[in-house]
T-cell receptor, first 109, second 117 residues
Framework: GQNIDQPTEMTATEGAIVQINCTYQ??????LFWYQQHAGEAPTFLSY??LDGLEEKGRFSSFLSRSKGYSYLLLKELQMKDSASYLC??????????WGAGTKLIIKP | GAVVSQHPSWVICKSGTSVKIECRSL??????MFWYRQFPKQSLMLMAT?????????EQGVEKDKFLINHASLTLSTLTVTSAHPEDSSFYIC?????????????FGPGTRLTVT
């Protein structure tokens, strides 16, 4: 079956760095997405990785290792507004998005 | 950037009535639109995938006669919850995938919060 694992919840301090991991086992791979979702709102796109390596976009970076079925989202200089759920999703061989359950990130002052 | 709208943003209806939710891609053409449901503190659950001009493909466990999906054009898809019951109360989110794109990114609408009393 298809499976995406990410931690349920993480806590970090304002101004610090946090890494949210995602491992996946899917039928085929056509890329991995990270989305941010604030409570009561729809997800918003953060990043897309299809090749191995690190993609940096401002305070957020996303890493992919296809051989290990592994990705992480790195958030630097954490701000209170970064408190949200972070969803990992993999595009499978049918170009369908397979979603992880999401990681709730709590930022403390 | 690509914008997807949903209407209404929230709706309260009585048990047994039907509710229609519209999803529109405002500045691009969407070959495929997706309908998700999300219960509190849970992840997104894909309900169905619809391609313009063809019947929607429903996920296992989703009743196609209860959740009617119509994708009449490249910019509009509708979800009708028929004979709604309190257990259908949820956050319904649509997303759209562009006609031409390399990343297969899905652009999400703002969601519709349905409460059935």
């Amino acid at each position: 079956g298809q499976n995406i694992d990410q931690p349920t919840e993480m806590t970090a301090t304002e101004g610090a760095i946090v890494q949210i991991n995602c491992t996946y086992q899917t039928s085929g791979f056509n890329g991995l997405f990270w989305y941010q979702q604030h409570a009561g709102e729809a997800p918003t796109f953060l990043s897309y990785n299809v090749l191995d390596g690190l993609e940096e976009k401002g305070r957020f970076s996303s890493f992919l290792s296809r051989s290990k079925g592994y990705s992480y989202l790195l958030l630097k200089e954490l701000q209170m507004k970064d408190s949200a759920s972070y969803l990992c999703a993999v595009l499978d061989s049918n170009y369908q998005l397979i979603w992880g359950a999401g990681t709730k990130l709590i930022i403390k002052p | 950037g690509a914008v997807v709208s949903q209407h209404p943003s929230w709706v309260i209806c009585k048990s047994g009535t039907s509710v229609k939710i519209e999803c529109r891609s405002l500045d691009f053409q969407a070959t495929t639109m997706f309908w998700y449901r999300q219960f509190p503190k849970q992840s997104l659950m894909l309900m169905a995938t619809s391609n313009e001009g063809s019947k929607a493909t429903y996920e296992q466990g989703v009743e196609k006669d209860k959740f009617l999906i119509n994708h009449a054009s490249l910019t509009l898809s509708t979800l009708t919850v028929t004979s709604a019951h309190p257990e259908d109360s949820s956050f319904y989110i649509c997303s759209a995938r562009a006609l031409a794109g390399e990343t297969y990114e899905q652009y999400f609408g703002p969601g519709t919060r349905l409460t059935v009393t």
